[in-house]
């Protein structure tokens, strides 16, 4: 098997790295977004290595950018989604993972709703990476290792800044890896929510938490929306309704112009305009968002890479 | 010649106020004296450095047979009681079919016998089917041996239904035992609801889905004058109801699991579903709250919950596996805890484990009185061993105690004066 590099056997959490670790990913990242803007966006980094994107959940947006950033280091890349695939018969999350490390990949790409998933598995699969791109509402590294890459390109050195996360952070998994990282590489978050959208002793995690929009946006420096999943509407009550959220934790151009001109923002996709976030917003100059997908493909590179890209032991 | 004499053991018998080193000898399979024997024995066992006490009673056990077979089955499950000491294993009524009607009841209590290895003393179901909507023939049910009622595994939810089980079960003296929660606060959750459950991006069951049942179920008790015991208590607000309602003079009773006092909900931080359990582990300051209702007697009863899964139902990820723990071969030692930390003096611990079961649900067994069946357990309290779930009687491999050291070992166990369990064998 290839040596990994940075010292990474599997990517779980970005809870579970140094700032030495998340340093050298997103600089690996920043490397990687060269290949992505050539006329032929190809390197033979990965060549020879299989990588298996395993998507038990829907994920258009992080599929693809695991895929392109196989595929542009010359990996063999194989896609599985949940709905075509044999857990649809019946078998277990532990057989398929199972199944599919016995046809020897160098990395398993993992989302799933339960979150601790690839830690489940890699007590099992002893020579597949396994690399976590959602799990439950427990982490999303690639996502904040994106979103590190994209600051440290737009705004330099983030220590001291403060991100402000705004919405669902109940049930986010990007919420949980910000905390997480703000911790490690010294930048604050503050949560705005109410608090049928906040979890258990958030405060633990060392950040402010607000339920006032308007208070929390002095001194903010990266207004970070989340997406309000309208599919969990139907059944439960976290809030009454789609206009009063809006109203009440929407970015419109008013607030955006409170936080002051440095602010920028962000948002880790998929958009639902005119609910978390207005449609002039997301367009603006201050929009950080589409960088966020580019910068994905070159950080998932770099992860991949972390995982099987270094020189094979013979 | 009396059959056999267990000689030099510390005997503690808590239903007679006895803790001394003597002799207890038995005759055609019952306590024939407690004291100082004198003559000859057909078979003599020496106690030396052993505590000698009744056989264990656990009030709250789930065999999954009928129905489940592969995860435990009476067998087995009787098997992993003698191992642990316990000679009397109320079984909960979550079988499939459910224990709910006379058949049942008379069918597994047939089927322990034809085992031979302990008593079993079925729990019949509350309401029909366990679905919460109508009672069943409680009357049946106890005349053919049910000891309590519970659709454990479920709460009784229906507050007017649990009204109507309350009311009805306490015009014959029967005991409701609930398992408290209110899934309306619980629903979907896999874990304590607090800081752990955050961390790990589970959903929670808040501490309030056990605090509010119980909250209501102690209204309906005061109306009903009925008998209600709180099954397998976890958190601080629970126990401070039912001492509060005690002091008011309710008929309200509880039991803990070793689990609940032993253990916190740190033990799934790192996603182990062999921690996951309903009520879940809870925070250190519920553990100390049910060590100190243990303690001060608001908590009477230890009673392990035991709940064989296979393995399949385990491994697949915290919030996708089955809730539930095995505890038979593990509730002395984890118990004696309680004694070493000096929490409970020896003779009150055993007494949780025997004679007050035995005193709430009316059993015959759970002393060491003259003439009573010679249901023994004998045991080292200091021997260290290390848990290995390979090696569990039980077919359940799901203990969170895989791997550690236990203090405390069953070295005999005796069943009608006949020892079915002696140093590590089942003696069939």
Known sequence: ?314 | MTDILITNGRVIDPANQVDEVCDVWIESGKVAGVGKFDGAAKKTIDAKGLIVCPGLIDMHVHLREPGEEWKEDIESGSQAAVAGGITTICTMPNTEPCIDHAGIVLQVIARAKEIGLCNLRPIGAVTRNLKGTELTEMRELSRSGAVAFSDDGKPVWHAGVMRKALEYSSSFGYLIIQHAEEKQLTEGGSVNEGWVSTQLGVQGMPVEGEDSMIARDIMLTRRADARYHVAHISSKGAVEQVRLAQKQGLKVTTEAAPHHFALTEDEVLNFNADAKMSPPLRTEEDRLAVIEGLRDGTIEVIATDHAPHHEDDKRCGLSCAAFGIVGLETMLPVSLDLERAGVLPMVDLIAKMTANPAKLLNLPEGSLSQGNAADICIFDPNKQWMLDREKLRSKGRNTPWHGRTMTGQVEYTLKDGRVVFEKGEIRV
């Open chain 1, 1 to 314: 098997m290839p040596k990994p590099l940075f010292g990474l056997k599997h990517l779980f959490g970005i809870g579970d790295l140094s700032r030495e670790q998340i340093t050298s990913l997103v600089n690996l990242g920043d490397d990687f977004i060269d290949i992505n803007s050539r006329s032929i966006k190809k390197d033979a980094t990965l060549r020879g290595r299989t990588v298996i994107n395993l998507f038990f959940e829907n994920s258009t947006r992080t599929r693809t950018s695991f895929e392109i950033a196989g595929k542009r280091l010359s990996a063999d890349v194989i896609n599985i989604s949940a709905s075509t695939s044999a857990t649809k018969k019946g078998e277990s999350l532990l057989d398929t993972g199972q199944t599919l490390a016995a046809m020897q990949p160098h990395v398993l790409v993992i989302r799933h709703s339960v979150a601790g998933t690839c830690e489940f598995l890699s007590e099992f699969l002893e020579d597949t990476a396994l690399i976590n791109a959602g799990d439950g509402s427990h982490e999303h590294p690639t996502q904040i290792l994106t979103d590190l890459l994209t600051l440290k390109r737009s705004m330099g050195d983030i220590q001291g800044k403060t991100m402000t996360i705004v919405g669902d952070i109940a049930h986010s998994r990007v919420a949980r890896s910000h905390m997480l990282a703000a911790k490690i590489m010294g930048y604050n978050v503050r949560i705005v929510a109410p608090k049928t959208l906040l979890p258990a002793f958030v405060e633990n995690y060392g950040c402010e938490v607000f339920h006032d929009f308007d208070a929390a946006l002095k001194g903010t420096d990266i207004l970070y929306m989340l997406r309000v999943q309208t599919e969990r509407l139907t059944t439960n009550c976290y809030f009454p309704s789609i206009r009063e959220y809006h109203e009440t934790y929407g970015l419109n151009m008013k607030r955006l112009k409170a936080a002051g001109d440095h602010c920028m923002v962000m948002h880790p996709g998929p958009m639902n305009r005119g609910v978390e976030i207005a449609t002039d917003v997301a367009d603006s100059m201050k929009s950080l968002i589409l960088e966020q997908v580019e910068h994905g493909v070159a950080v998932r590179m770099a992860a991949l890479t972390a995982l099987c890209g270094g020189a094979t032991e013979e």
